[in-house]
């Protein structure tokens, strides 16, 4: 599946008691980056009529991020079967390539106006293996 990238600074409200990127922050990253993929991938008939809901976390720190580091932030949807997809978030040091985050998160498909799961078409599975510029 091809890959979308972000790049983002660390600022002051981002950091915890220690000074390092606090994990609430990550999560709400995770989401941020499945989300602009999402959004850079679908045309707009098809986001007016499907809504993604995030069913399950699975995070792995592997190092910490202190302020003014430069995140670089890989996603990609490693599979789909039926309603669900997992879908692969990786952070890295940009100035080092250092991983500190890896995560697998499971998203379920919903029709966005019975909000009732549905299953993930061709179409959508198609988007997923499209190359996606890199967001600023």
């Known amino acids: 599946m091809a890959a979308f990238e972000k790049v983002i600074q660390v600022g002051p409200d981002d950091l915890d008691q220690l000074q390092h990127v606090n994990n609430v922050r990550?999560?709400?990253w995770v989401q941020d980056v499945a989300q602009a993929h999402w959004q850079a991938l679908?045309?707009?008939e098809i986001l007016g009529q499907v809504v993604w809901v995030l069913?399950?976390?699975h995070l792995h720190y592997?190092?910490?991020a202190v302020l003014h580091d430069h995140i670089r932030i890989r996603t990609y949807v490693s599979s789909?079967?039926?309603v669900k997809s997992t879908r692969i978030v990786e952070m890295f040091n940009n100035k080092n390539d250092q991983l500190l985050l890896h995560s697998e998160?499971?998203?379920c498909l919903l029709n966005g106006k019975s909000l009732r799961p549905m299953r993930i078409s061709d179409t959508i599975k198609e988007l997923f293996s499209q190359s996606t510029p890199l967001s600023p």
């Open 105 to 107: 998160t499971e998203w």
């Open 62 to 64: 592997k190092s910490q």
């Open 55 to 57: 069913l399950r976390h």
């Open 42 to 44: 679908a045309p707009k």
């Open 80 to 82: 789909t079967d039926g």
């Open 26 to 28: 990550y999560v709400q």
